[in-house]
């Protein structure tokens, strides 16, 4: 698979195209960003666990028939994709209390949710991804009444499998956020799960100790996000034998070999 140019340049990642006209590659980069880019960083290793951490899920979720954009990761950086025409909601699932839902209706945090709730933002930092409701999307036809339902009826399969996933780890998935996109395939305007899934779009705390496993360190100066990732790769039984400081090395690695050639 030949690289080709860069197509797109988001805030944690790169999208390249390649030789198939619906394939591209996505490169995880260590830039970290928080309140709508106000608050940014550079952690070095993060782009690799997050390759590492949503290969493992997405590739999990296409066995149990969640069907999603994951084709292969290349290599500790970059997975190749199938390319869709994002839908431009930011697809939210809540099964705890935290974030902007405490702050927008002052609900406390920690809170259990009764049953889980399915969030819609319009994905558009100019306007600062702005909370919509089902009422919005029907009636500026960003979807139709069977798209949105098969959409919440996935998001229902997706939550119950990724909370089934981090309890037998240990961890409560809190919440998460996850994009969805219409395939350039045969099968045209199929719709796929079109996203990574890691701890920069989840929520994950602990289950004893409620110790925070995810964007949150960087969010809220917690430190250590790099060894909270790494926790969740080896419980999830990515990365064995490797430590820390292995993942923060390899990037290295890898870009010594890339200024080489
Ligand atoms: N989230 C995300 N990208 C965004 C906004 C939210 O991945 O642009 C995730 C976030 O990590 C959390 C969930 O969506 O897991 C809900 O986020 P919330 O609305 O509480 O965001 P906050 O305003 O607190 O960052």
Not at 191 to 206: G, K, Q, V
Not at 226 to 248: C, D, F, M
Request: charged share 30%; glycine share 6%; net charge positive.
């Amino acid at each position: 698979m030949k690289k080709g140019k860069k197509l797109y340049e988001g805030k944690a990642k790169i999208i390249y195209a390649t030789n198939d006209k619906n394939l591209v590659i996505q490169y995880f980069k260590d830039d970290a960003t928080a309140f709508n880019n106000q608050k940014k960083t550079t952690i070095e290793g993060k782009g690799v666990l997050n390759n590492r951490i949503s290969e493992h899920i997405l590739s999990n979720l296409s066995e149990v028939g969640i069907k999603n954009h994951l084709v292969k990761r290349i290599n500790m950086r970059e997975q190749l994709v199938k390319l869709v025409d994002i839908i431009p909601i930011e697809f939210i699932v809540r099964n705890i209390a935290t974030g902007s839902l405490t702050k927008r209706l002052g609900i406390e945090e920690g809170t259990v949710l009764e049953r889980p709730l399915i969030e819609y933002c319009l994905k558009d930092d100019k306007l600062g991804d702005p909370i919509i409701s089902r009422e919005h999307i029907l009636t500026f036809n960003w979807l139709n009444e069977i798209q949105l339902d098969w959409i919440d009826e996935n998001l229902s399969r997706l939550n119950d499998f990724l909370l089934g996933m981090f309890r037998g780890v240990r961890i409560k998935l809190v919440d998460f956020k996850v994009e969805f996109g219409f395939t350039h395939e045969s099968e045209k305007n199929q719709i796929i799960l079109a996203d990574e899934i890691s701890p920069d779009t989840c929520r994950l705390w602990d289950t004893l100790t409620d110790k925070k496993l995810d964007k949150d360190r960087f969010r809220k100066d917690l430190g250590d996000l790099i060894p909270a990732y790494t926790e969740v790769a080896k419980r999830l039984g990515i990365l064995h034998e490797q430590s820390n400081v292995s993942v923060v090395n390899v990037t290295r690695l890898s870009s010594v070999k890339r200024k080489k050639k």
